[in-house]
């Protein structure tokens, strides 16, 4: 049986350093992201109360891979 996936209430959030891309500086709501351990959170930057998502390295590296190949690239028609 595989570990059960931690939650963002899992971890202690005042150490962690949140990162935001360069773009994500002039940008009201950036997405930030911070690696702890294993995991990689990722949130709201304009709300720092707003839900933060936990992946683990392998999800991590498929959005990536995902995004490097235009999987989430939009078309201009809502896709």
Do not use: C
């Not at 209430?9 to 997405?31: C, H, K, N, Y």
């Not at 933060?52 to 235009?70: K, R």
């Amino acid at each position: 049986m595989l570990p059960s996936k931690p939650k963002a209430a899992d971890f202690d959030l005042s150490s962690v350093v949140w990162m935001r891309s360069e773009a994500g500086q002039t940008i009201e709501d950036p997405v930030e992201i911070a690696f702890v351990g294993e995991n990689i959170l990722m949130r709201n930057g304009g709300d720092k109360d707003s839900t933060i998502l936990v992946f683990t390295q392998a999800e991590w590296d498929a959005f990536v891979a995902g995004a490097l190949d235009g999987e989430f690239d939009y078309d201009g028609q809502g896709r």
